[in-house]
Nanobody, 121 residues
């Protein structure tokens, strides 16, 4: 069983940066791991995912300011977000699944509880 726990959210001014972390317990070596976010009043959306070998994929809206990475030895997934904008205000979740397709188009098997990011002007 895999458990995921996010941290690193908070309140930040526009233009700032945040580094979100997701600590995993259990064997994630064969899983794709990804970040999602849910904006107020919107459905949850995928931001990026990364394979166990380090191949990453980004949503079009995330290219350029978001960087996903994972440390397999420490079992930690991170999301670096730069030049934050008010529209990045959302609950950010990490997720994992054996299928990248399931991450992007279905419902991942494993979810964290989320960490709130609030960006002010």
């Amino acid at each position: 069983q895999v458990q995921l726990h996010e941290s690193g959210g908070g309140s930040v001014q526009a233009g700032g940066s945040l580094r979100l972390s997701c600590a995993a317990s259990g064997d994630t070596s064969g899983l794709y791991m990804g970040w999602f976010r849910q904006l107020p009043g919107k459905e949850r959306e995928a931001v990026a995912d990364i394979s166990s070998s380090g191949i990453s994929t980004y949503a079009a809206s995330a290219k350029g300011r978001f960087t996903i990475s994972r440390d397999n030895a420490k079992n930690i997934l991170t999301l670096q977000v730069n030049v934050l904008k008010p529209e990045d205000t959302a609950m950010y979740y990490c997720a994992a699944d054996a299928s990248s397709y399931q991450l992007w188009h279905g419902r991942p098997k494993y979810w964290g509880q989320g960490t709130q990011v609030t960006v002010s002007t």
